[in-house]
Structures are given as C-alpha cells and as structure tokens.
C-alpha cells in the first residue's frame, strides 16, 4: 500500500498539493479571521500537523531512494552551496514546506495577537496578504501597525 502512495504522490504532486491545501488555510486567515472556522482548524495546531505529516513522509520517501541527508548541511558552508542544494528536488520541497508552515505560524500569530488587541480585522488585512507572500515584511508591518493601534511599544510579549 505505502508503495501505491509513493507511486501517486511523486515529488512534483505534493508541491502541487501543497501550493493548492495552503489557499483555504489563507483565504480563512484573511477574510474570516474572527470566524469559529479560523480559531478551530487555521489558528490551531491542525494546519501544522498536516504539513508535519507531509514532512515526515517526504523523510521516509527520501529515505527509502537513498537521499543523503547529511549534504543538507552543506548549506552553512557558503552561497554556492545552497545554490548546489536547491538544485535538488527534495531539498526544495523540504525547504518548500518549512516556507509555508513558518509563514502560516505569522499569519495565525497575527490573527491571534490582534484580537487580543481588538484590533479590527480590515486593519490586519494586508499585513496578512503580505506575510503569505513574504513572511518578514508582513510581520514588520503589522508590528507598526500594532504600535500605533495598541499606542505602545513592545519588543516580547
């Protein structure tokens, strides 16, 4: 059975799977985030399980094909490296899905942290837009926003 799934789920479906089961996660975190919806299944830990699990498929996956982990380290040696790196695939799609759920985490932490605020849901709209495009950038701008709607700076919460 484990082989039918590998055969189905090649590499290239699940970077199409994944690219299509992120947008209802996204599309709930934008523009129904005060919805029981988005508290129960987006700003949980359900998101994450699922992505986890793809993760530690492609683990499996890349394990039984012979994938050489330890090369993933080669990463810290300097630019080129990575560059040899995301030549492979399976390194891509690794990297690929910690891209999503890290930014998926942002945008569930900015739902989150702003209704403990009261912040109005219009207000956190393209901060969210952004951080599912470019995590950093959407999170530093809701920080501003967030200074000047709560009227204080805060550097940990």
Partial sequence: MIEQ???FFSIEMIYLWLNIGIIPFWFVLIFF???KICGL???SIIPLVILGSVYIYLFYYFFTTGFNFFENFNL???LYELIDLFENEAFLVLFWIHFLSINLFCGSWIVKDSQK???SKFLIFFPLIITYFVGPIGI???WFL???FAKKI????
């Fill in 5 to 7: 799934i590998a055969t």
């Fill in 76 to 78: 810290y040696l300097g």
């Fill in 140 to 142: 530093v701008l809701y």
């Fill in 33 to 35: 985030p005060q919805s």
């Fill in 154 to 157: 805060t550097l940990f919460d």
């Fill in 146 to 148: 967030r200074i000047f």
């Fill in 41 to 43: 299944f987006v700003t």
């Fill in 117 to 119: 605020i009261n912040m």
